[in-house]
């Protein structure tokens, strides 16, 4: 039988026992909750050696106040690690705010940040605290940092350097007790090469960085997401959770996943509602481009063996189960028992 989800629920959670637990993860382990409050619980899904090496830094750099950044391509999870990093860290009863840059107007920045006072600017009617304020004791995670404006990102570096600031409009100098998490899908050494990115910020806000690797590079995590994915879908919706059969698992695992997690998530969502009988094939995925069914063979042989293993372990050997939930007959499922060596087809 695979091994149960881990539930970690206790507040004292911190960086050595996150690395415990991560590094003995195998196979078919599923998901490394982490819970900050009652109000949060952070999954951590994955046990490829690129992921696992991420999660691993995250752990160790969470119980120090380190400014850290995250650097990965879109939808590669790096909320999902800062967000990890709150829920291990001193800071972990605190708040967390989360802040794309990039979706803020140029005009926007500022006072979104900083906050303002009462007539900084015409519609400036009551003072205003900046989400840096609203921050204070917790984790303030700049999502798409490379974003900033040269004006917004001088005042960050003071941030940085000083832990203080003003308000637009205002003179009083305000502390500021935060964690910075900075992420990007962009090459920031790269980004100050091009003078888009303040070498000087450069330096305070990579301290200490962390790779994402892409979805593509963490073979069969792909499917333990998937998974995951799968069964948040079904608690959402109030209903039964879709099941892959082995041709659809094998679709996911070929595909090159350019949008990464959030790809996968969207893929899944829309077979859950295209699907029939809560069983999902892979005409079902609608992936574009088609999985790449006419790749390697050993290696779909090898995704469908992993996946009649697995379900067979969660189905306790029990044959109708099994072939129920993948989507075949049963004398099908005997069938590929066979195929791949199983020994004896368990009852």
């Not at 993860?25 to 951590?44: E, H, N, W, Y």
């Not at 752990?59 to 391509?73: F, P």
């Not at 962390?210 to 593509?216: C, H, T, V």
Request: glycine share 8%; proline share 5%.
């Amino acid at each position: 039988m695979r091994p149960a989800l881990w539930d970690v629920a206790t507040d004292h959670i911190g960086a050595v026992r996150a690395i415990e637990v991560v590094m003995s993860a195998t196979v078919l382990a599923k998901t490394l909750p982490l819970i900050a409050d009652p109000r949060s619980a952070i999954r951590v899904v994955g046990t490829s050696k690129a992921w696992c090496a991420a999660v691993e830094r995250a752990a160790r750099v969470a119980a120090t106040d380190v400014t850290t950044c995250l650097q990965g391509e879109s939808g590669t999870g790096k909320e999902v690690i800062a967000r990890f990093i709150h829920a291990s860290s001193p800071r972990r009863h605190g708040p967390f705010i989360a802040i794309n840059c990039a979706a803020l107007p140029d005009e926007l920045v500022e006072s979104e940040l900083f906050g303002f006072e009462r007539g900084a600017f015409t519609s400036a009617q009551q003072p205003k605290p900046g989400q840096i304020e609203l921050a204070r004791g917790g984790v303030l995670f700049l999502d798409e940092i490379t974003e900033l404006t040269p004006s917004a990102q001088a005042k960050l570096l003071r941030v940085l350097q000083e832990h203080e600031f003003q308000r637009l409009g205002g003179t009083r100098v305000v502390s500021s007790d935060i964690r910075v998490i900075a992420a990007t899908n962009r090459d920031l050494l790269q980004a100050v090469a091009q003078g888009g990115f303040r070498a000087d910020l450069y330096y305070r806000v990579n301290v200490f960085d962390i790779r994402i690797p892409a979805l593509r590079d963490r073979g069969d995590d792909v499917i333990l997401l998937a998974e995951n994915f799968l069964e948040d879908i079904a608690r959402a919706r109030g209903g039964r959770r879709c099941a892959l059969t082995p041709l659809a698992a094998a679709g996911l695992r070929a595909h090159q996943w350019p949008g990464n997690a959030r790809e996968l998530r969207n893929v899944l969502e829309r077979a859950t509602i295209i699907c029939s009988g809560a069983v999902i094939q892979a005409e079902d995925l609608s992936l574009d481009p088609a999985p790449a069914f006419s790749g390697n063979p050993t290696e779909l042989k090898s995704v469908e063996r992993s996946t009649i293993e697995r379900v067979m372990n969660d189905m306790q050997g029990n044959i109708s189960k099994a072939a129920r939930t993948l989507g075949i007959s049963r004398t099908q499922l005997y069938t590929r028992l066979r195929k791949y060596g199983f020994s004896q087809a368990p009852v």
